[in-house]
Structure formats: structure tokens, C-alpha cells
């Protein structure tokens, strides 16, 4: 059964920086193409960002130019760097496959709070 582990999140101000990592197992993590989520209070799960298995990346726009994903898939993890967070980033983040028509079972995501 495929896991997976979010950390990182926790409590940044406007303008500085956080780095979440998603941990993977239970499947072949180099054969999937990965996706950044956020649910905020209120809110719909959106897609933030995704990574294909070549490393093709895609942003919302309104993370465009702030968040960087990235794979290491010798540790089978997935990250997002977040910089220059603003108060609208405050979500839920949470990571899953992207493409397919099933996601895997999503873990407990991680929370990010970006407040002064």
C-alpha cells in the first residue's frame, strides 16, 4: 500500500521561507509524475504545483516565480520550496500522483501558516 509522509510545514512569516518534503512508499516512486496540494479553511483541494517523472515542472499562477518543486527520487521524496509566502498560501499541504485517475491514499498533509 502506497504511503505517504508530509512534513515541514509550521508557522512562517510573510516574506520568508519553508521547504515541505513528502516521503513516499509502498510503489515505484520514479514511475510517477507528483503534485503539490493545498486545502484551505473553507476551501477546495487545488493543485499548487506538479513535477513530471522527467522533471518537467508547472506552477498556478499564483505561485508562479515563489514555489519550487523538485524530486529526489533516490529517497523517493518530493519537495516544495516555498519562498516569499504570502497569507493566502495558509493551507493544508498535502502531496499525491498527478495525472492519473486515481490518487493514492492521501496522507495527513502538512500544516502552513503564513502570518506576521
Known amino acids: 500500500q502506497v504511503q505517504l509522509v508530509e512534513s515541514g510545514g509550521g508557522l512562517v512569516q510573510p516574506g520568508g521561507s519553508l521547504r515541505l518534503s513528502c516521503a513516499v512508499s509502498?510503489?515505484?516512486?520514479?514511475?510517477?509524475?507528483m503534485g503539490w496540494y493545498r486545502q484551505a479553511p473553507g476551501k477546495q483541494r487545488e493543485l499548487v504545483a506538479r513535477i513530471t517523472t522527467g522533471g518537467i515542472t508547472n506552477y498556478v499562477d499564483s505561485v508562479k516565480g515563489r514555489f519550487t518543486i523538485s524530486r529526489d527520487n533516490a529517497k523517493n521524496t518530493v519537495y516544495l520550496q516555498m519562498n516569499s509566502p504570502k497569507p493566502e498560501d495558509t493551507a493544508v499541504y498535502f502531496c499525491?500522483?498527478?495525472?492519473?485517475?486515481?490518487?493514492?491514499?492521501w496522507g495527513q498533509g502538512t500544516q502552513v501558516t503564513v502570518s506576521s
Open positions: 499525491n500522483q498527478y495525472g492519473l485517475g486515481t490518487f493514492f491514499t
Open positions: 509502498g510503489t515505484t516512486f520514479s514511475l510517477y509524475a
